[in-house]
């Protein structure tokens, strides 16, 4: 049977992931599904079984879904996020939603591709803690799964397949849905008065864009917004990748598409609220007086408005893609 059916077999058990992840789409659970012809369709159906398969870790209890949860855009909700035996790392677990552009992966840029990416949290001691050998001797046993490696690769699971196949279904995660999309596409009533203030602010006396820039929000650059004192906030970031003291406190700045759904905020969780994230820019020394090497454009108070951080959460809000407006809007309510 397994080796007449091999496609549809693989397919259904994707099916099955689909099924309970409550963000996807209907449209996708109509009908039965078809075998793939398009073997690029086999490596995101393949990659999807994969991030959702504890299989992927030491003692099979965490998977990839543990921390980037579907239903919070792929991220998680606390601080810090267990990974096998309940070990805690030391970060905060970013969204894995549009990341298909990004050109550095990490808070602090040491792997440069999903593709590559994907191997550090399976072999990471305090996330899935499971040699890639032993990762793919797994999959390659598994009869599915070899079956499913070679339609979609024409060959067995190794790291490099492993990687693609993971990589492939989080391409697939890119977000262009939201309010926003559809105020900056013409449609001027798509978000409310509020919202259209908050975008000026964005842009104007808040300086978010000098950093949060283009489709993302993202300037796919590091900088040091001053949560490092070589103290309490002792996390070097990208300067203890380079080596550079230079580039000591310097993270990458992320994305804000769906922010609104992925508290809590910064590399170390720090900040439980949109709200308390944007009084943090708008008076950074009340927080870390004592911050070292902050970048300049974070320079003092905003001296924003009460009215004015309203209308700025309010445009954050508004990068929310449709499918987890409920959600932003419990978490944001006031
Ligand atoms: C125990 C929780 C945990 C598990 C399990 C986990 N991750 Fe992560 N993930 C994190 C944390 C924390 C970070 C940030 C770490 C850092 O920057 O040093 C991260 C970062 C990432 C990033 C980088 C995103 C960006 O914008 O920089 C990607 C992509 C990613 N994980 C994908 C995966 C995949 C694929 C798996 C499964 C193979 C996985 N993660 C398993 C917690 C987890
Ligand atoms: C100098 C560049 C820079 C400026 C200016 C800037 N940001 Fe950021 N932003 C970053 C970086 C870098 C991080 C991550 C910092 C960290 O984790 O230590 C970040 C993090 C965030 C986060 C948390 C996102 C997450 O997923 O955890 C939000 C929200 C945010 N910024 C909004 C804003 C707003 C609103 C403004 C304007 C008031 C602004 N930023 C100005 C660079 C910048």
């Not at 549009?98 to 990471?124: C, H, K, Y």
């Not at 979609?152 to 190794?158: E, M, S």
């Not at 080596?243 to 598409?257: C, E, H, T, W, Y």
Request: aromatic content about 8%; charged content about 25%; proline content about 7%.
């Amino acid at each position: 049977m397994s080796s007449r059916f091999p496609i549809p077999m693989a397919i259904l058990i994707a099916a099955t992931a689909l099924l309970s992840s409550p963000w996807q789409s209907s449209a996708s659970l109509a009908a039965p599904v078809p075998a793939p012809i398009d073997p690029h369709e086999a490596r995101v159906e393949l990659g999807r079984r994969l991030f959702f398969d504890p299989l992927l870790s030491g003692d099979r209890t965490v998977s990839c879904a543990s921390c980037h949860k579907p239903e919070h855009a792929f991220a998680d909700t606390v601080a810090v996020s267990p990974g096998v035996s309940g070990r805690l790392g030391t970060r905060n677990t970013p969204t894995v939603m549009n990341t298909s552009g990004r050109t550095s992966m990490f808070w602090d840029g040491r792997a440069e591709t999903l593709e590559d990416q994907a191997v550090f949290p399976i072999e990471n001691p305090l996330e899935m803690d499971l040699p890639l050998d032993e990762a793919l001797r797994r999959l390659n046993s598994d009869p599915g799964y070899a079956e499913a490696f070679r339609v979609a690769y024409a060959g067995p699971a190794t790291a490099r397949t492993l990687g693609r196949a993971l990589a492939a279904f989080q391409k697939t995660l890119d977000t262009t849905d939201s309010p926003y999309d559809r105020y900056a596409h013409g449609d001027d009533a798509a978000i409310d008065e509020s919202a259209k203030r908050g975008r000026l602010v964005f842009i104007g006396k808040g300086k978010c864009a000098e950093c949060h820039s283009g489709e993302d929000f993202t300037s796919d650059r590091f900088r040091n917004i001053g949560l490092f004192n070589r103290v309490a906030l002792g996390d070097r970031g990208r300067g203890a990748i380079t080596g550079d003291p230079a580039d000591d406190g310097q993270f990458k700045v992320p994305s804000l598409r769906n922010v609104a759904v992925t508290a809590p905020y910064m590399h170390n969780g720090m900040f439980a609220t949109l709200r308390q994230v944007i009084e943090y820019y708008n008076n950074p020394d009340k927080v870390v007086p004592d911050a070292h090497g902050r970048d300049a454009s974070i320079t003092g108070p905003l001296q924003l408005s009460a009215a004015e951080v309203d209308d700025l959460e309010s445009f954050l809000v508004a990068l929310t893609d449709d499918r987890f407006a409920a959600a932003a809007d419990t978490a944001v309510r006031r």
